[in-house]
């Protein structure tokens, strides 16, 4: 059966933020761009199965196994998080584009 979770990005952020506090309080560079990227990879993975959830809700509809909440909801947490990993992007690309116009 589906589950309802409560999407709260700004919960996950807090969480994934302090945990990469944690662990690059006494790193070394190279770690903490390891972390980093984990920290991103696990971020992508989060969304990826927010959307496999909505698709398979969206199936389980139409066999008559769940309710149109369940797939509205599904649904609408697959796009906030597709929505907020696009704005994520952005903001990456808006401070390389910056770091690229400065001035040494």
Not at 72 to 84: C, D, R, S, V, Y
Request: charged residues 15%.
């Amino acid at each position: 059966m589906i589950q309802n979770h409560m999407f709260n990005p700004v919960q996950m952020a807090n969480r994934a933020v302090s945990n990469l506090q944690d662990k690059t309080a006494e790193a070394t560079p190279q770690e903490t761009m390891q972390n980093f990227g984990n920290y991103l990879q696990d971020a992508l993975q989060g969304v990826s199965n927010m959307e496999k959830t909505a698709d398979e809700t969206g199936k389980q509809f139409m066999l008559g196994q769940a309710s149109v909440d369940q797939v509205m909801i599904t649904g609408e947490q697959a796009l906030l998080g597709l929505q907020m990993t696009s704005q994520v992007r952005n903001k990456v690309i808006e401070a390389y584009q910056e770091i690229m116009r400065t001035q040494l």
